[in-house]
């Protein structure tokens, strides 16, 4: 989406904290450590945040349509 950079950085450091987690525990702790029931939802949430929009950004200033 056009103008929604709060969320789109919001989604990008959330994926980016789960992945560095996930990693350290895996080289620290073991590969077979990793809670994936953690890791997983958590990336979706990121995802999520990639597609949605600020508040303060309009529908035309977003660009969807009807």
Known sequence: ???SNKTTYAGFGAILAVIAG???TG???GWE?????????A????????FSRDHNVS?????VEK
């Open 33 to 41: 450590n990793i809670q994936w029931s953690v890791v997983i939802p």
């Open 22 to 24: 996930a990693v350290q």
């Open 43 to 50: 990336i979706m949430s990121g995802v999520g945040l990639l």
């Open 27 to 29: 080289l620290t702790m």
């Open 1 to 3: 989406m056009k103008k």
């Open 59 to 63: 529908s035309k200033a977003a660009g």
